[in-house]
């Protein structure tokens, strides 16, 4: 599945040689345009590439599991000559990018995942996608109106700002995500698929948790070595699952200087 991408930069002869592609993937219920602030401060001298993954955004619906989320980013990605790149994905996202770098690594350059364990995990999705499913749009609906309406299902703030951007507002409202996939999908989302024993990816990973966050667990720190072997864990502690929204500042910092680093 070919995938909707934002992509930003210098021109590509301003680009420093063998200074990887970033590519920037979003979270469940998000889409290519929540990761803007820092892909344009990425843009300033890198190229980048912000995609909506399958069923976000403007890409393409259909049922999803992360092997074909990898095999959709690679075929996408080889349509924009964008391999070997850097991974950045934060929850699903990093799912997606950690699946594409353990089953091609000779793909990825090097991986920063945001809040997620190669593990499952599920921290109230399922419940908040068949909420959202609920929801009946009226006839007509303004962007404050379906902030209310929104408010019981999404009670924080900061998150129902990036859930109304997957609202079509005016006449004839609705979702414009593939709500019915996603949540037909929503095992395989909060799962993990099998990866054969043996397969490791080597290159430079960072993993960011947030201190607020229930998602990475010590238990899951052996698995993490395993897979990722030459990965270091950095703690973001004014912020939760969310924290490129919670602590932007801090997230920013990091970021750079790991993408700078490799």
């Not at 890198?46 to 092997?67: F, K, V, W």
């Not at 006449?171 to 024993?197: C, D, F, H, K, R």
């Not at 201190?211 to 667990?217: E, M």
Request: glycine content about 8%; charged content about 20%; hydrophobic content about 45%.
């Amino acid at each position: 599945m070919r995938l909707n991408v934002v992509e930003r930069g210098p021109d590509r002869a301003e680009v420093a040689p063998g200074r990887p592609p970033i590519v920037l993937l979003h979270g469940l219920f998000g889409r290519a345009r929540n990761l803007g602030h820092f892909q344009r401060r990425l843009a300033a001298d890198r190229r980048t590439l912000a995609i909506d993954l399958r069923n976000h955004g403007d890409s393409p619906h259909g049922q999803m599991d992360y092997m074909a989320m990898a095999f959709d980013l690679v075929e996408t990605l080889a349509g924009h000559d964008a391999l070997p790149a850097t991974l950045v994905g934060h929850s699903m996202g990093g799912k997606a990018a950690m699946t594409l770098a353990l089953t091609r690594p000779e793909l990825v350059h090097s991986l920063l995942v945001a809040d997620i364990p190669p593990a499952i995990t599920g921290h109230g999705s399922s419940r908040l996608g068949r909420d959202m499913l609920r929801i009946e749009f009226p006839p007509t609906l303004s962007r404050s109106a379906a902030d209310a309406l929104l408010t019981e299902a999404v009670p924080n703030a900061d998150i129902r700002q990036l859930m109304l951007q997957n609202i079509r507002f005016g006449e004839n409202p609705g979702w414009q995500i593939g709500l019915q996939e996603l949540v037909a999908s929503m095992i395989n989302i909060e799962g993990w698929p099998y990866i054969p024993e043996g397969h490791a990816y080597d290159g430079p990973t960072l993993f960011l948790a947030g201190g607020r966050s229930p998602y990475i667990r010590a238990e899951h720190h052996a698995t993490m070595h395993r897979l990722f072997p030459r990965h270091r864990l950095e703690m973001i502690e004014e912020a939760g699952h969310w924290l490129h929204v919670e602590n932007p500042a801090r997230f920013a910092a990091l970021l750079e200087q790991f993408v700078d680093e490799f």
